[in-house]
């Protein structure tokens, strides 16, 4: 069995993370099209590598480009105090 394979029950190494996803997988991933991810590489917005013909995402990459996207949540919550918002 190779690291990348599911352990079995007998087997006690720990299971390595992937660090990379295909193109389909990274879509998925941030709730977007195939179309919309690659324009985002394009753009620079996130990072990928192409080895021979694949193209693979790290999902490092992913992650950072959820925090520098990331909103701020807001408090919906109105006041009930009468005063204004």
Do not use: Y
Not at 37 to 44: E, N, Q, V
Not at 55 to 76: K, N, Q, S, Y
């Amino acid at each position: 069995m190779n690291n990348w394979q599911s352990p079995t029950h007998n087997d006690t190494r720990p299971t390595q993370q992937r660090l990379t996803v295909r193109p389909i997988e990274a879509a998925k991933m941030l709730g977007v099209s195939e179309r919309t991810l690659r324009t985002l590489i394009k753009a620079g917005e996130i990072p990928a590598s192409k080895i021979n013909r694949m193209v693979l995402i790290p999902i490092a990459g992913l992650e950072a480009f959820i925090e520098r996207h990331a909103e701020p949540t807001c408090d919906t919550r109105q006041q009930t105090d009468g005063g204004e918002a």
